[in-house]
C-alpha cells in the first residue's frame, strides 16, 4: 500500500531528516524539525544569492537516505513511472527491441501484436529520422532513443526507415500502444519428463504467467519442473508468496518479516496450491534477489526441493512506497525478510557506507566463491535447522543445496579482448543483418543450429575481429573455440528466433540445468537430513 505525503518541500525534508535521526516519520523531536526548517528559511531570506530552494532539496534527499541503508531510495518524479514500469506488466510504446551500431538504431525484434508490427516494421530495419528529425551519428543512446519512442497510449510517432533492399527511405506513423513485458522468458519441456520455467522478475503479471507455464507443462504430462530464477533481482513480495504458494502444503511457513517499527508479520500456505506434490528444483545465481530468495529460502526452508547454483545476492530489506504531492517518491525501507527457519536474507551493510556493499559481489568473485564451494566460509553462529532438520546458515542470500560453478573454460586473453570490445554482439548482429533472408527459413533452435554448424563462423568472427585492431592469436583461439562458437550460434539464434529459442540453446549445455535434470531423474529433489 502506498502512502502519501503532502505539504511543501521544507516540510518533506524536514519529515525525512528527523526520520534519519529517530527512525520513525511519525514520533521526530521538534527541535531537529525546527532547527532544519529555520536553516532553509534562513538561507531563502538571507543568503548573498537567488537560491533554488526545491534544487537544494532534490538534491539532499538521496544523502539523507543515502545514511540509512543501501536500499533506500529517492525518486524523482519524472523518474516515478520509469522505476515502476518494468513491474507493472506493461508500457506505452512501439513495440520494438533495438541495439545501435555504427552510430545508428537497428532495430532487432518486433514484439508480436505490437503496433510497430501493425504497420509493417521489421527486423533488421534502420531508424534514421524521428518525428523527421535526423537522430544517427554520435549524439544518438540508449536513453534518448527510448525517450523518443516511448510516449503515452495513443500519441503517434513518425519514424523514418532505411531498409536493405530499398532505395528509398520508408517513412511510418505508429500510434503508441500497451506493450506486455513479459516475466517468464521461457517454458518448455526439457526432456519428456520435466518441465523449464524462466522468471525473470516478479512484477504484477508474474504469478499468473507462471501459472499458464505449469499448466502448459501439466498439459504435456510434465513430472516435476526446473524454476530457473539465475539473474532474477527481484520485484513484489507478493507474487513471489503466491507463487511458492503453488508448491506448498497448507500450514507451512513462507517467509516473515520484521522491523522496528514494523511488527512481525507472516506469511503461511494457505492449502490451495495445484503443485504441491510435483517435483521442483530452484536454480539461482549471486543476481537472485529479494523475491527471488524469499522463493528459494521456503522452498529450501520447508524441505520441499533442492536449490542448485550459488549464493544468492542477499538483499533482504522491505522497501515501502511512499509518495509526495509533487509526484516524487521515497522507498523506505520498513521492516526485513527471514526464511521461515529464521534466517534473514540481508546480507551485512553499514549505514551511510554504500561502496563495499556495491562492491560485494566483486569482492565475491575475487574471492573465488563464484568457482569454488570452499571458498565460502559459513558463519557457524548463523546455522539455522529446516523444517527436517537439514542445517542451514544465514548471513545474507540463500547458499544453495548444490553448488555449481561458474564455467570459465575455453577464457583467454584473446576471449577476453573480444569480448571487451563487444565483438561478441556486434559480428552476430551484422551477420544476422546480412543473411537474415537465408537464415529466416529455420524457425527453431535445432533447424538454425545445424545450418549454423556447417558454416565457418569462426574464422569470419576472427577476420572482423582482426579488421578491429585485435591480433590474431592462432593458439588462444583454438583454447577459446568451444565457448567462443557458443556465445555466436547463441547470438545468432537470438537474433532471429527470440529470448525462448535462445535459452533452450544455452540450457543444451548449462551446468546447472543439467545437474538438476539428474536430480530429478534420480528422484532426489526433496532433500534428506543425510543429503
Request: proline share 4%.
Amino acid at each position: 500500500m502506498k502512502r502519501k505525503i503532502t505539504g511543501a518541500y521544507l516540510a518533506i525534508l524536514t519529515v525525512l531528516v528527523a526520520s534519519t535521526l529517530t527512525g520513525c516519520i511519525h514520533e521526530r523531536p521538534m527541535s531537529a524539525t525546527n532547527k532544519i526548517e529555520a536553516l532553509l528559511q534562513v538561507i531563502e531570506q538571507q543568503y548573498v544569492d537567488t537560491v533554488d530552494i526545491e534544487a537544494i532539496v532534490e538534491q539532499t534527499l538521496p544523502k539523507v537516505l543515502s545514511e540509512l541503508d543501501p536500499h533506500s531510495v529517492y525518486i524523482p518524479a519524472q523518474k516515478v513511472e520509469e522505476s515502476n514500469q518494468e513491474l507493472k506488466g506493461s508500457f506505452s510504446g512501439i513495440g520494438i527491441q533495438f541495439m545501435i551500431q555504427s552510430d545508428t538504431i537497428y532495430v532487432s525484434n518486433i514484439i508480436h501484436g505490437g503496433p510497430a508490427e501493425k504497420v509493417g516494421l521489421m527486423a533488421g530495419d534502420r531508424i534514421v529520422t524521428i518525428d523527421d528529425s535526423l537522430y544517427v551519428g554520435e549524439k544518438i543512446s540508449n536513453d534518448g532513443a527510448m525517450k523518443r519512442l516511448k510516449g503515452p497510449k495513443g500519441s503517434e510517432v513518425r519514424l523514418g526507415i532505411k531498409r536493405y533492399g530499398e532505395k528509398e527511405l520508408l517513412t511510418y506513423t505508429i500510434k503508441r500502444g500497451n506493450i506486455p513485458v513479459k516475466s517468464v522468458d521461457a517454458t518448455y519441456m526439457i526432456d519428456d519428463r520435466w518441465c523449464y520455467i524462466k522468471i525473470n522478475k516478479f512484477g504484477e503479471t508474474t504469478y499468473p504467467e507462471m501459472l499458464i507455464a505449469l499448466a502448459q507443462g501439466i498439459q504435456k504430462g510434465t513430472q516435476g519442473c526446473i524454476i530457473d530464477l539465475r539473474g532474477n533481482t527481484g520485484g513484489y513480495m507478493g507474487a513471489a508468496i503466491q507463487m511458492v504458494n503453488e508448491f506448498l502444503p497448507k500450514g507451512e511457513m513462507i517467509v516473515y518479516t520484521e522491523g522496528e517499527n514494523a511488527p512481525r508479520y507472516e506469511e503461511y500456505a494457505n492449502g490451495g496450491g495445484s503443485c504441491q506434490q510435483m517435483p521442483i528444483v530452484v536454480l539461482t545465481d549471486e543476481t537472485s534477489a529479494s523475491a527471488s530468495e524469499i522463493f528459494a529460502g521456503a522452498i529450501q526452508d520447508n524441505d520441499r526441493g533442492t536449490i542448485i547454483g550459488r549464493r544468492t545476492f542477499g538483499k533482504g530489506l522491505v522497501q515501502q512506497p511512499i509518495e509526495f504531492e509533487d509526484g516524487s517518491a521515497v522507498r523506505l525501507t520498513i521492516a526485513r525478510y527471514y526464511t521461515p527457519s529464521g534466517r534473514c536474507i540481508q546480507k551485512p551493510y553499514t549505514n551511510g557506507h554504500s561502496e563495499e556493499y556495491e562492491l560485494d559481489l566483486l569482492n565475491r568473485y575475487e574471492h573465488g566463491e563464484f568457482f569454488t564451494q570452499d571458498s565460502i566460509k559459513q558463519d557457524e553462529s548463523t546455522a539455522y535447522k529446516t523444517k527436517n532438520g537439514r542445517t542451514v546458515y544465514g548471513g545474507g542470500g540463500i547458499m544453495p543445496d548444490i553448488f555449481v560453478p561458474q564455467d570459465t573454460a575455453g577464457y583467454t586473453s584473446y576471449y577476453a579482448s573480444v569480448a571487451k570490445m563487444g565483438l561478441f554482439t556486434q559480428f552476430p548482429f551484422q551477420y544476422t543483418d546480412k543473411n537474415r533472408q537465408k537464415l529466416a527459413q529455420y524457425t527453431t533452435m535445432d533447424e538454425l543450429l545445424q545450418y549454423l554448424k556447417g558454416e565457418n563462423l569462426l574464422e569470419e568472427f576472427v577476420q572482423h575481429a582482426t579488421s578491429k585492431g585485435i591480433k590474431r592469436r592462432n593458439n588462444l583461439i583454438s583454447k577459446s573455440r568451444a565457448v567462443m562458437e557458443d556465445i555466436l550460434y547463441g547470438n545468432i539464434i537470438y537474433n532471429m528466433l527470440g529470448m525462448e529459442e535462445y535459452i533452450k540453446y544455452l540450457n543444451l549445455t548449462d551446468p546447472a540445468v543439467l545437474k538438476a535434470v539428474e536430480v530429478l531423474d534420480d528422484g532426489k529433489s526433496r532433500p534428506t537430513v543425510e543429503g
